[in-house]
Each structure stands twice: as structure tokens, then as C-alpha cells.
């Protein structure tokens, strides 16, 4: 499920739940942002049934933190 994307500032916020997990994502477009939001739910699912890799994690903070 992804959640009301708010405009703030020159970009996107949004938020993607699964599972009772969450992503978020913030990005100049509003694809970029919900991409963000659910690339790192999914991160965080694989991670909480313990086939997260490393490389995913970093690659998941590398992404959203910019």
C-alpha cells in the first residue's frame, strides 16, 4: 500500500507499507519517489527474513540518502 504523496519543496515524499513493514522515498518526480519508497520496503522485507545481503542494504541507503 503507498500512502498520500505530499509535494514539499521541489519533491516528492511518499511512503509504501507492506506486510508492516515501510519504505519512503523522496525525489524530484513523483515515480522516482514511490520507486524509492517501495525498493526499500522490499530491502527491508528480505532483510527481516534474512536473504537481505549486505551489497542490498548499502545499495538501498546509497539510493534514498543520495
Known sequence: MTRIEE???DQWNCS???G???GFGKAAS???AKK??????VVRLL???GICEEEWREEMY????G
Request: charge should be positive.
Open 20 to 22: 508492516g513493514v515501510s
Open 47 to 49: 532483510e527481516a527474513a
Open 62 to 65: 546509497r539510493v534514498v540518502l
Open 7 to 9: 509535494w514539499d519543496k
Open 30 to 32: 513523483k515515480t522516482k
Open 36 to 41: 524509492l519508497a517501495a525498493y526499500m520496503a
Open 16 to 18: 509504501c507499507y507492506c
